[in-house]
Nanobody
Framework: QVQLVESGGGLVQTGGSLRLSCAAS????????MAWFRQVPGKEREFVAA????????YAAEFVKGRATVSRDNEKSTGYLQMTSVKPEDTAVYYC????????????????????WGQGTQVTVST
């Protein structure tokens, strides 16, 4: 059973940077496709970025392109989401998700493509 634990959330000032971590266990991390989603109350969970296993290409939503970097350290069994120039609208609970398969790229933005989820970490961007 894959377990995911996010960390790194908190209060960030507008224009600042953040780095979220997602520690995985229960499966060979190098064979997990990883993604980050976020959610605000009353709205659906939305895709932020993803990286498939065995793939150096990363994928990001349009609203974070140029501001977000998704990466992974297979040695540490940890995935990362780094965001710069954060805005108040980036305030949300951020979730790490994983799939033991390699979803096709066009499906990466769908929450249904992932089997496992972390508990989420709150990010609040102050004005």
């Amino acid at each position: 059973q894959v377990q995911l634990v996010e960390s790194g959330g908190g209060l960030v000032q507008t224009g600042g940077s953040l780095r979220l971590s997602c520690a995985a266990s229960g499966y060979t991390f190098s064979r997990l496709s990883m993604a980050w989603f976020r959610q605000v109350p009353g709205k659906e969970r939305e895709f932020v970025a993803a990286i498939r296993y065995g793939d150096t290409t990363t994928y990001a939503a349009e609203f974070v392109k140029g501001r977000a970097t998704v990466s992974r350290d297979n040695e540490k069994s940890t995935g990362y989401l780094q965001m710069t120039s954060v805005k108040p609208e980036d305030t949300a609970v951020y979730y790490c998700a994983a799939n033991i398969n390699r979803p096709i790229s066009s499906n990466l933005r769908f929450a249904s493509a992932y089997n496992y989820w972390g508990q989420g970490t709150q990010v609040t961007v102050s004005t």
